[in-house]
């Protein structure tokens, strides 16, 4: 989508990173704002195009959503959906667009919602609003298949990763390891795009570049124009020039002023003066139209219908709501065959539960810095069964901010052990983080350090199933009904498949069971100081061992 061709003219620009470690280092640790994440726009039209990839089971194209969705919620991500709005261009790419709504849009604000991310609606095209709320810095990058942000003025463009776009299977995305793990991307900024040597182009210039070689508005462009020719023109300064002149003249001015550089754009096609042609174009310099470029088209990429040209105030983003656990699980009941209470919380056990951790994480930060605004004390409280302190994050701001659900209503009878039960939410039984049991620096996130945590799902399990309320009929839990890659009992400590040991198929975990997942270091290091301390104390003393024997060994050698 855009303009064909663009997208290989600002490669040499982009630069191939780890969402991962974008997200942790520009969002968590930058903090800019106190918002620890990284905020990125989507363009929500470009969500329900590769949903109709989706072929499988009830609501395929919901399905889709819900995993990529699940996929966000992994980093600290803070996604900002736009969808169209009544203005946008009747027609495009040369077919008519609907005034209506598309059908997913209900089904994808609800999952949106449940997810705990932002969505709005744009007076016009999403992808112009996501420019200009880019350019104002309202969120730092747009995650886009669409080369048009960089026309509408996006400072920030990373380029989605799905391998069903044709330019990624050309030049598929790699990690360090040589692999394509899913989880790099290439980023291209607009200050790298204009100060590289091969590129040097501004917005002017991809706009020029658009109207030459075809895009959105007008498919064909100039006849036998190709994108190497526009950067080259774009080069010499002529998508400039159009860019100010369409910003600082009136419609009548603008059209005379366009007669002058018309002539000016034949004449540096005659005779390559510039010597960025790379040879004479006569011919086409005379295909050059007289009504080139259409005034409206021109106006469509540098004027575009925004929140800003309508006078309406951006609705001030909180990035304050989180994933709400109970909605998720009621919405996969609603919207999937696997709907039911023992499978979606089998599912969620590899799904969501490793995102939940990362996004319980990131609130734990956020209430620790608003303590240490505040001047209030930071350290754990002590359980008030065993008198030690209880880190691990506690129940209660789970419950407070990641559920919109009672999960029951105290009554006469149950209020003694209810009361008993928020007195002791803070014990060690009831933690949600448990210990520390490794460290790595992998090739999927760029090296960054990640703690291999133990993690006690009890509390997760208790506010999904409180969201189900029994509408489907029970089916079996089996393999049929499991997305994940595998058990997370069957990872080795580098993250990757253990093989070979056993055989068959192994049966289904205990919901409430511990299991192990891989947080980054800072986030962790953040919100439970306690437990990283502990595990370096740990090893600190097996290092003293190991040196030990190692001296032992030696000496043995010299005697």
Not at 231 to 240: E, I, P, Q, S
Not at 540 to 551: A, D, G, M
Request: with cysteine.
């Amino acid at each position: 989508m855009g303009v064909a061709g663009l997208w290989e003219v600002l490669r040499p620009a982009g630069q191939t990173q780890s969402l991962t470690h974008l997200s942790v280092t520009q969002g968590f640790e930058a903090n800019a704002g106190g918002r620890r994440g990284f905020r990125i726009g989507i363009d929500a039209s470009i969500w329900f195009f590769h949903a109709a990839y989706g072929k499988e089971g009830e609501n395929p194209e919901l399905r889709t959503l819900f995993f990529r969705c699940s996929r966000l919620m992994s980093m600290p991500l803070l996604p900002l959906f736009v969808f169209d709005g009544p203005k946008r261009p009747s027609v495009k790419r040369g077919k008519r667009v609907s005034g209506n709504a598309h059908w997913l849009t209900t089904g994808m604000k609800n999952i949106i919602v449940a997810f705990g991310f932002e969505w709005r609606t744009a007076p016009g095209e999403a992808e112009a609003e996501l420019a200009y709320l880019n350019r104002m810095g309202i969120i730092d990058a747009v995650l886009s298949d669409d080369v048009d942000n960089f026309l509408f003025g996006a400072t920030m463009v990373i380029r989605n990763p799905s391998n069903t776009l044709s330019g990624n299977r050309a030049h598929p995305v790699k990690n360090a390891d040589g692999r394509d793990d899913g989880n790099h991307v290439v980023t291209y900024r607009a200050a790298d795009i204009l100060s590289h040597d091969d590129i040097c182009l501004s917005q002017g210039g991809c706009i020029l570049i658009g109207l030459l070689s075809g895009g959105d508005y007008h498919q064909a462009g100039v006849q036998g124009c190709g994108k190497l020719i526009a950067a080259a023109l774009a080069r010499c300064g002529f998508g400039d020039q159009l860019l100010e002149a369409a910003n600082s003249l009136t419609r009548e001015e603008l059209e005379k002023w366009l007669d002058t550089w018309r002539d000016e754009v034949r004449e540096e096609l005659r005779t390559n003066k510039s010597g960025l042609i790379g040879s004479k174009k006569p011919a086409l310099a005379k295909k050059i139209p007289d009504d080139f470029p259409n005034v409206d088209i021109l106006l469509s990429y540098t004027n575009p219908i925004t929140s800003e040209t309508e006078g309406k105030p951006t609705r001030d983003i909180t990035w304050e709501q989180e994933p709400d656990i109970g909605k998720i699980s009621s919405l996969c009941e609603l919207y999937f065959e696997w709907g039911v209470k023992d499978v979606i919380i089998k599912r969620f056990r590899t799904v969501l539960w490793p995102s939940a951790v990362q996004r319980i994480l990131r609130r734990g930060a956020m209430e620790k810095d608003e303590k240490k605004r505040r001047g209030l004390p930071m350290s754990p409280k002590k359980s008030k069964t065993t008198g030690k302190l209880a880190p691990g994050t506690p129940s209660k701001m789970i419950t407070k901010y990641f559920s919109s659900m009672k999960l029951h209503s105290p009554t006469k009878d149950n209020r003694k052990d209810q009361e008993h039960s928020d007195t002791e939410s803070e014990a060690e039984e009831d933690r949600l983080i448990v210990k520390i049991h490794s460290s790595r620096r992998h090739a999927s996130t760029d090296g960054i350090l990640e703690y291999r945590l133990e993690i006690a799902p009890a509390q997760l399990v208790r506010l999904a199933g409180g969201g189900v309320q029994g509408i489907r009929p029970p089916i079996e839990v089996d393999a049929a009904f499991d997305d994940t890659e595998g058990d997370d009992e069957d990872e080795d400590e580098d993250g990757g498949k253990q093989r070979g040991k056993g055989k068959g198929k192994k049966p289904p975990p205990d919901p409430k069971s511990h299991l192990r997942v891989w947080m980054p270091a800072c986030m962790v290091q953040t919100v439970e100081p306690e437990l990283v301390e502990a595990f370096e104390e740990i090893q600190r003393r097996k290092l003293e061992k190991k040196t030990q024997r190692s001296n032992k060994t030696d000496g043995k050698k010299k005697a």
